[in-house]
């Protein structure tokens, strides 16, 4: 049965991504939160550019994917609504298109607000949008997706949205930055993983298909872990309160399980863990911002 037009849509955005891009907008807002000049209107629009960036982003990866042939009848992910016919690759490559405007057009007033970086932040993740997957050289296609990731949805984000409400950066700003960019590569490491043997024909040498799906096992432990020891060192050096790194712990049980999980399945069953990891980058970043609210008001 076709899907219908929202439904088709509604599948080409992947609303299960979603979480790291917000995730760490949250994060970096709530740090700021107890600013006197902390601004909501600066928080809500710095969130919707991510978004907007998150979603052309996978309408990127859709068509490209899809036109360098690296997306068949083979994919063993979710249907792509390009390769699979649903919607027209020039009806995707335009809302791509379309988000990309978009997005700059709503980070104008951030822009505006934060002055020239960022400018530069927002210069480079247009860029890093078109580059992950098309361009003469794919960061996905060159085992770069995982540190564009970490780069793009950890550090620039956190840190980024953080210098918009404070003006300034900090260590703490920095290392949550690099704990949200850990989780973030997990998730594109298990798409990558379960992805191996078509990514492998179609000459895509993602991270995971040079170092094999054994070594990415093991890789996908330490971004989820590492996280954790990341919140513990900051509390231990004075850079973090301890009630969002207790809370925020708590959700170890999750990546505990999902370790486990990502250990024993391959290919298709792989599936179910990219949207849970996804989810639990979405818990950890409301529980530290509620830690973080009742701890700085």
């Known amino acids: 049965m076709q899907p219908s037009s929202m439904q088709s849509w509604f599948m080409a955005i992947r609303p299960r991504t979603l979480p790291a891009a917000i995730g760490p907008l949250l994060i970096g807002n709530m740090l700021a939160i107890g600013l ?11 969130m919707l550019c991510a978004v907007l960036l998150q979603i052309s982003v996978n309408l990127a990866n859709d068509y490209f994917d899809f036109k360098n042939g690296i997306d068949t ?6 249907i792509r609504v390009t390769q699979s016919g649903i919607l027209a690759p020039s009806s995707v490559r335009n809302a791509m298109i379309g988000c990309l405007i978009t997005s700059l057009l709503v980070g104008s007033l951030l822009i505006v607000h934060g002055g020239w970086p960022i400018a530069i932040l927002a210069a480079a993740s247009i860029l890093g949008a078109l580059c992950y997957s098309g361009g003469p050289y794919p960061l996905a296609s060159h085992g770069l997706g995982e540190i564009a990731a970490f780069v793009f949805f950890g550090l620039v984000a ?6 918009l409400q404070a003006g300034t950066t900090t260590m703490t700003a920095w290392l949550l930055g690099c704990a949200i960019g850990f989780f973030n590569a997990a998730i594109m490491l298990v798409n990558n993983t379960r992805d191996i043997s078509t990514d492998t024909k179609a000459g895509k040498n993602t991270l995971a298909v040079r170092i094999g799906e054994a070594q990415a096992k093991v890789l ?7 996280p954790f020891g990341i919140i513990i060192a900051g509390f231990l050096l004075g850079s973090l309160d301890g009630l969002p790194v207790l809370l925020s712990g708590t959700s170890l ?4 399980n999902l370790s486990r999980e990502f250990y024993d399945n391959s290919g298709e069953a792989l599936n ?3 949207g849970q990891t996804a989810k639990l980058t979405m818990i950890f970043s409301v529980l530290f911002s509620i830690g973080l609210y009742f701890s700085l008001t």
Do not use: K, M
């Open 158 to 163: 956190v840190v980024g949205s953080y210098y």
């Open 253 to 256: 049980i999750i990546a505990r």
């Open 272 to 274: 179910p863990i990219l």
């Open 36 to 46: 006197e000049q902390f601004s909501l209107l600066i928080a809500f629009t710095s």
């Open 220 to 226: 996908y432990q330490s971004f989820v872990y590492l």
């Open 73 to 78: 009848e083979e994919r063993l992910g979710p």
